[in-house]
């Protein structure tokens, strides 16, 4: 099975932008679909953007034209590149694998936190 762990989560002024890591081990990210999932405090969790095995990227309404997700195979790492950043994209942001085909998520990592200020 695969490990996920996320990086790059900080503080960042209102317009800035952030680079979030999702570092897998244990087996190839290309093995299974991927997510980016964020929570805010008193929120439920929220799907942000993912690609699966058709190929296709998708993004959240609320994130579409200012984040990217991207990969990088040879470092068996997906990335979350957020532009523009917001005071409501506050959040414990986690990547998430499930098996293709399948409709959970089953993999998680800790989380990273990202917060934006005015």
């Known amino acids: 099975q695969v490990q996920l762990a996320e990086s790059g989560g900080g503080l960042v002024q209102a317009g800035g932008s952030l680079r979030l890591s999702c570092a897998a081990s244990?087996?190839?990210?290309?093995?299974?679909?991927m997510g980016w999932f964020r929570q805010a405090p008193g929120k439920e969790r929220e799907f942000v953007g993912g690609f699966w095995s058709a190929g296709s990227t998708v993004y959240a309404n609320s994130v579409k034209g200012r984040f990217t997700i991207s990969k990088d195979y040879t470092k068996n790492t997906v990335y979350l590149q957020m532009n523009s950043l917001k005071l409501e994209d506050t959040a414990v942001y986690s990547c998430?694998?499930?098996?293709?085909?399948?409709?959970?998520?089953?993999?998680w990592g800790q989380g990273t936190q990202v917060t934006v200020s005015s």
């Open positions: 998430a694998a499930k098996s293709k085909g399948t409709l959970n998520y089953v993999y």
């Open positions: 244990g087996r190839t990210f290309s093995d299974y679909d």
